[in-house]
């Protein structure tokens, strides 16, 4: 099969912005597999998202920069990735297993096209299953005085291994402005409520708390605002007067896994154009 390439292209909207990609693919070889497309009326914004056959013979990577090229002649925003690419990835880990565990399990089994490169945590609970699972494990504790310290630690170690992604997989500490602007990169976290509802620590409680019906998981981008960044994915259950605290919290890891789940295969199929602090996200 010829190698695929897949484009997220985001910008002013303007007329013949399909007709313009379709007939720069058609007219370097290309074959269009899927396309799909969005736009919000009120922003006055064009999302699509393309996957395409090269050229046979060609090089993709050389194809990949021309599009790019390309894309930004026309005002967009553009991406392109190679499929069969494998991002290199870490998994941020503190106590909590259920979603580190979901992560590894669907990464071995094929779900995920990625390289789950290292570990880093804050604890030495879950060093010995990674070691199980053969994935390289960091331990690095992280306390309010050596926060700074930890974290230039950490950013040395995904500059070392060639990180692309971040998933904070329950990772109980928050990333400061510093690391997220230093890695700049995507990192992907899952926060135990419906956001914007109950940010911060201990949602379930405040969710028992408050005596709601519905309790929910959401997958987001990290930014510098706690639980603020853009969302990706989110998941509900319901609940009961009945229900104790520790009621959500076991209905609630079933949310998280799948939420986060879902969440990282999108971004690592390329389905995921964020914009001012939303995203559109192509299934």
């Known amino acids: ?13 303007q007329k013949g912005l399909v007709s313009k990609v379709s007939g720069w693919i058609f007219n370097n070889g290309g ?9 919000d009326a009120q922003a006055g914004v064009f999302f699509q998202r393309v996957e395409w056959a090269v050229k046979e013979g060609s090089d993709p990577r050389e194809t990949a920069a021309d599009f790019q090229a390309f894309g930004d002649s026309i005002g967009m925003k553009t991406k392109v990735a190679i499929s069969g690419d494998k991002p290199k990835v870490a998994i941020f880990v503190s106590k909590f297993d259920h ?4 992560l590894i399990l669907r990464w071995k089994s094929g779900e995920y096209p990625c390289e789950i490169a290292l570990i880093v945590s804050n604890h030495q609970d879950l060093e010995g299953v990674s070691n199980t699972y053969g994935i390289p494990y960091h331990y690095i504790p992280v306390t309010k005085a050596t926060k700074a310290d930890a974290e230039a630690e950490q950013l040395a170690l995904l500059k070392k291994e060639g990180i692309e ?7 109980m500490q928050v990333l400061s402005a510093i690391f997220l602007d230093t890695f700049g990169k995507p990192v992907i976290n899952i926060h135990h409520s419906f956001l914007p509802a109950f940010a911060g620590a201990k949602p379930y409680h405040q969710a028992h708390s408050r005596g709601v019906k519905l309790i929910g998981a959401t997958a987001h981008y990290a930014t510098p605002d706690l639980d603020q960044g853009p969302i990706i994915h989110q998941s509900v259950a319901h609940v009961t007067h009945r229900n104790s605290v520790e009621d959500l919290v076991r209905k609630g890891r079933n949310l998280e896994k799948l939420t986060l789940a879902q969440a990282v295969g999108w971004h690592l199929e390329n389905r995921i154009l964020v914009y001012e602090n939303k995203t559109v996200v192509f299934d």
């Open 165 to 171: 992604l971040v998933i904070m997989a329950r990772y």
């Open 1 to 13: 099969m010829s190698p695929q390439l897949v484009a997220l292209l985001s910008g002013p909207d």
């Open 99 to 102: 979603c580190f565990h979901d």
């Open 31 to 39: 074959n269009i597999i899927h396309a799909d497309q969005h736009r």
